[in-house]
């Protein structure tokens, strides 16, 4: 409907979505208030995808620091009816923290509407004469009761329709004070009520009562402010809360006479304008050099078919007796792949996974492997000869990256990968169920979160990382992506399991690719019927296998440790306990300063190899990987295993980082799965003898004592379900999440570079899915088979007791290497 055409009745009563700036101060919750300014568009205008354009003409997002202010306020402020300040960290009072919304808040000449959250409430308040202090119990990740205070004005309220004692999430240290508030120009709406946790060292946790200003008004302009946050997902109405604020800025409207003035009122966004939106750079960031060749996609090869087609046989693993999933997959896999010179196995070795439990079984020999480094900002692809690549790898493309793109554009590995990643897509038709169809496997680092934050921030220092140390004798690739022409998915989530041998073959038409990336024409089978014959030979190898006798489990003393794995056991960290809690404690400091909600402090345990105890082979990292499993068998386990660089992963992760899933042609569902808290467990009783309940059975575990301990393991779980800090810690990574699906997470800073450990393994297929584990629980070898190093660590809250946090690492690294905690300096 033309602007020209809307009445004011039609936009004063909260049938039309005013245009608002959002401004985002750094924090890890903005999108999240995004989110509900979608919902509020989707309601309105029944509008499903909340990335709709016609959304992003209504909503705009600027970072506090992205233009300066006479930019806002000479060409961003005319074509917005209203504004909504996100939290973020630091103080209201410091520029570098809070940006342009100072001038936002005080500008009267321009006056909108504007609601402030946590740190935006402090910056109202400031701006008008309130003092910031710190909370005397810093809040973070709690639920609080909030009361209402009367606001009787006849005019739309921030809390019409809300119950008094409703309750919301608190992320704050610092708050607006009571001392010498400006009753003359600010109104308390709200306060807490009731009590919350803290913690000292000296009491340990305790509750306090909580009274604290939660929400205020300016007496004659619309400037709203809220301390809680409405945004979270365990916020009680904060969707209501923000349809109150559209209220009251259409209420402004009508009563300034503003929409008889500008007929722009409530329209859409100028495309000049919201071109200058976050969400319109984050479309140019991930399509952002116009100077490359537009990539040969599946919509640009010949029918939309695909560079490949997928060639796939399928074996029902029905073993009499059968077989719990960890040892059907390490079976399986030794079978194939136990004598491989660089096995990749993404591997599940726990039934009961939810979605299913899926192990992919492949190869990095006779394909190529694409790997990055940071420093440099290095792209390079190596190809490996079909047996070992004993010979040495071949090189096959090198480039460094430009910081920028002709447009000035930042330019970033991950749009690189985008372009190579659309050039090895199979065909639609070819599609199978199964959530791996062939394509990519291996790993990001955790300092990858660079690229992300350069780009997202648009900053000028973009490429030059200043955030990661690099080391003497360099550790690992930052990002190893080998490409997967031919596999083996074990889905034991099935009854009987089944095994799907897979294999690509180039279409004929298709072979060529763009000349940026020309060494894509090598990869696959040459023809579908090289393909088939492969998959075939494979399937009949399985069923060979089933058909005869049934081979013995692989337990752990089947594999003995060995030189290197005793090695394992005398790990050393970087930093020592004393050390550590001393991070600790000025982790919490930060976290007293308003710089942050949660920080995570990790820790690095390291064990040098002599030459001869170095490991150099497969064969000796999948010794480790099998003993590791069969101690912590885990949903998202890998075994990957780099032979020309001596350079491996062991991973036993129990958490998911992120999934895509496939539904449709456009249809996909995007999953992130954190988990938070961990506590130790009792040992399971083990099979045999009993001596104190009379059991003398050799084959079978005693009853009395597998029922003493499930009672004992539920009574531990419980406890930590029910843990103030681990719920808050969950809730705040959940809050998270939900912001990260919708941006980049700017992460945590820290000195020790964390390398793979906290990054992601996983696997990008060929059919548009993908599924990552965040690496935890995981042991890396590199500097040429002569360095072991394992990272744990975990999330540190104002209720984190710097003993217990230590306590964790110790239950984390137990994981791992079962001798390793007595052997930690104490």
């Not at 490996?384 to 004993?390: E, I, R, T, Y």
């Not at 004798?473 to 799907?500: I, K, N, S, W, Y």
């Not at 990790?602 to 999948?622: E, G, P, V, Y």
Request: aromatic residues 8%.
């Amino acid at each position: 409907m033309p602007a020209s055409s809307r009445s004011s009745s039609a936009v004063a009563d909260g049938r039309e979505l005013p245009r608002t700036l959002l401004v985002d101060n750094y924090d890890s919750y903005t999108f999240n208030l995004l989110q509900l300014l979608t919902q509020k568009a989707k309601q309105h205008y029944g509008i499903e995808d909340a990335d709709n354009d016609f959304v992003r003409q209504k909503l705009m997002v600027i970072r506090n620091d992205q233009y300066p202010w006479h930019v806002v306020r000479d060409r961003i402020l005319p074509h917005v009816d209203c504004i909504v300040i996100s939290p973020g960290p630091g103080s209201p009072d410091r520029q570098a923290d809070f940006g342009v919304c100072t001038e936002l808040i005080r500008n009267a000449e321009q006056a909108k509407p504007v609601l402030g959250v946590c740190l935006g409430h402090q910056g109202i308040a400031l701006a008008f004469g309130a003092r910031i202090r710190r909370c005397a119990t810093p809040v973070h990740g709690q639920l609080c009761p909030i009361e209402i205070l009367s606001d009787d004005t006849g005019r739309p309220g921030l809390f019409d329709g809300i119950e008094s004692g409703f309750r919301a999430v608190r992320y704050h240290s610092l708050t607006v004070s009571d001392d010498g508030f400006p009753h003359h120009e600010l109104q308390v709406l709200a306060r807490a009520a009731g009590s919350i946790h803290a913690f000292s060292e000296h009491c340990g946790r305790f509750q306090v009562p909580t009274n604290e200003i939660m929400a205020l008004k300016h007496r004659d302009r619309p400037l709203y402010g809220v301390q809680f946050h409405p945004e979270s997902i365990c916020s009680e109405y904060g969707a209501r809360i923000i349809d109150n604020f559209v209220a009251i800025t259409h209420d402004y409207a009508r009563r300034s006479d503003f929409v008889a003035h500008n007929s722009g009122y409530a329209s859409r966004i100028p495309p000049e304008i919201a071109a200058m939106s976050l969400l319109a750079l984050d479309d140019r960031t991930w399509h952002c050099d116009p100077s490359s060749p537009p990539p040969l996609s599946q919509s640009s090869l010949p029918g939309g078919c695909g560079r490949f087609a997928l060639v796939a046989e399928s074996v029902d693993l029905a073993i009499p007796g059968g077989m719990d999933a960890a040892e059907l997959g390490d079976q399986l896999q030794a079978l194939l792949y136990g004598n491989d010179a660089m096995p990749l196995w993404l591997d599940s070795a726990k039934s009961d996974t939810p979605g299913g439990a899926v192990s992919i079984m492949a190869s990095g020999c006779g394909t190529a492997t694409v790997r990055y480094q940071l420093s440099g900002r290095q792209v390079s692809v190596v190809a490996f000869g079909a047996d070992d690549g004993g010979c040495g790898p071949e090189s096959i493309y090198s480039a460094r990256l430009p910081d920028r793109d002709a447009l000035g554009n930042p330019v970033s590995f991950w749009t690189w990968m985008q372009d190579v990643y659309d050039q090895t897509l199979i065909s639609p038709s070819d599609a199978q169920s199964l959530r791996f169809q062939c394509g990519w496997i291996g790993y990001f680092a955790y300092e990858m979160k660079n690229e992300c934050v350069g780009m997202a921030t648009n900053c000028e220092a973009f490429g030059s990382h200043a955030g990661v140390q690099q080391e003497p004798g360099q550790r690992m690739p930052d990002a190893q992506l080998t490409f997967v022409d031919r596999c083996v998915v074990l889905e034991l989530g099935r009854e009987p399991p089944r095994a799907t041998v897979l294999a690509l073959a180039a279409h004929g038409e298709c072979r060529r690719a763009a000349p940026a990336h020309s060494w894509l024409a090598s990869l696959g089978f040459g023809s579908r019927s090289l393909a088939a014959t492969w998959v075939r030979e494979q399937s009949c190898k399985i069923r060979a296998w089933l058909a005869g006798p049934r081979p013995a489990g692989t337990h752990v003393s089947a594999h003995p440790l060995g030189e290197s794995s005793e090695q394992m056991l005398r790990l050393r960290p970087v930093l020592s306990r004393d050390e550590y809690l001393d991070a600790i404690g000025r982790a919490k400091q930060q976290i007293l300063q308003g710089e942050s909600y949660e920080i995570c402090l990790t820790n690095q345990f390291r064990a040098t190899l002599s030459d001869s105890q170095a490991i150099k082979t497969s064969t000796q990292m999948r010794r480790h990987y099998i003993n590791m499993r069969r101690r912590n068998p885990a949903p998202y386990g890998a075994l990957l295993w780099y032979s020309d660089i001596a350079a491996g992963i062991a991973s036993c992760s129990p958490e998911r980082f992120l999934s895509i899933e496939q539904c449709g042609p456009d249809d996909r569902r995007v999953e992130m799965k954190p988990i938070k808290g961990t506590t130790r467990r009792r040992p399971r009783p083990a099979i045999g003898p009993c001596s104190e309940h009379t059991h003398g059975d050799h084959s079978a575990v005693c009853a009395e004592c597998l029922r003493q301990w499930e009672i004992d393991d539920s009574r531990r779980a419980s406890e930590l379900e029910m843990d103030v800090k681990e719920r808050a810690e969950n809730l705040m990574i959940v809050d998270l999440v939900r912001h990260d699906l919708n941006s980049v997470s700017n992460g945590n800073p820290e000195s020790i570079p964390r390398g793979v450990y906290s990054g992601a393994i996983g696997y990008l297929s060929a059919h548009g899915a993908a599924d990552f584990s965040v690496v935890i629980r995981t042991a890396v070898v590199d500097h040429c088979g002569t360095r072991v190093s394992v990272g744990a660590g975990g999330a540190l809250t104002t209720l984190s007791d710097p003993k217990a946090e230590w306590a964790e690492v110790e239950t984390k690294l137990y994981t791992i290497a079962p001798s390793l905690s007595p052997t930690l300096p104490v």
